[in-house]
């Protein structure tokens, strides 16, 4: 007689979850870790994972996206959960009438505070599409900034002997592709880690005395007027851990604001 071998069924991968700080029968907000895409993206074609799917898995549902987080930017991301609700939310976004507070780490000493008005061109998704996207007028963009705290740094970028970085909070009025990002490059300021739009040598003392990997902008805030209650809702978003860890770390070389 022979003996039988039993199959014993192969453990499937824990399903991935995202942490929701807010859900009622209309919207859903969670916290987007860095490198997450918001959906599926023809520019990213490897990528499987996005928040989007990975969210509609985790509550049972279809969700609406209704603004955009860059994929390395982390923090406050919201959906609704049907159609009216996302077609009246984003008409808040188009007449930017939601409130929205970044946290960002840039180059150099920036002012107590101020305000960015620079018209910024329509980024082409493709190549083909650049002519085209060049004939347009570039569209009204707003930022406004404060500096919360400075930082010199003891370490060389290859030009100076210390460094110095500020933390802002950025308030954009208005939410052109990469708006922030492209606002404070064009001021001097790029943030630390913004591989597109910043500096490799900031971006590389960063990674080799600070451990850090990422770009360092992240949503913290959102105010909207509900779309069912039309109560005014605030959503808040604690800071993903690698960049609170790395906030304590720079709290040693913290300057006072001059």
Request: net charge positive; aromatic share 8%; charged share 25%.
């Amino acid at each position: 007689m022979t003996s039988q071998q039993t199959d014993y069924p192969e453990h499937e991968p824990e399903q991935e979850t995202l942490d929701i700080i807010y859900q009622d029968e209309y919207l859903v907000a969670i916290q987007k870790p860095a490198g997450l895409l918001v959906h599926k993206s023809p520019i990213d074609r490897h990528e499987k994972r996005y928040a989007m799917k990975i969210l509609r898995n985790q509550i049972g549902q279809w969700v609406y996206p209704v603004h955009r987080l860059d994929k390395p930017t982390s923090g406050l991301l919201l959906f609704t959960l049907d159609k009216e609700s996302a077609k009246q939310v984003s008409q808040q976004f188009e007449q930017h009438s939601i409130e929205k507070e970044y946290l960002a780490i840039v180059r150099g000493f920036t002012k107590t505070e101020g305000t960015i008005d620079y018209p910024l061109n329509e980024i082409a998704v493709f190549k083909h599409l650049e002519k085209s996207v060049e004939q347009k007028e570039a569209k009204d963009s707003i930022t406004h900034y404060k500096t919360l705290k400075q930082y010199i740094l003891p370490y060389s970028d290859g030009h100076f002997e210390k460094c110095r970085y500020s933390l802002v909070k950025l308030f954009p009025k208005t939410g052109r592709k990469h708006q922030i990002r492209r606002h404070l490059k064009h001021i001097s300021h790029p943030i630390v880690g913004d591989v597109k739009h910043g500096r490799g040598e900031h971006n590389r003392l960063f990674k080799t005395h600070m451990d850090s990997h990422r770009l360092l902008l992240a949503a913290q805030t959102m105010t909207l007027t509900h779309p069912v209650t039309n109560e005014r809702l605030n959503l808040e978003c604690p800071l993903e851990e690698n960049f609170q860890q790395l906030l304590n770390r720079l709290n040693q070389f913290e300057q006072k604001i001059i």
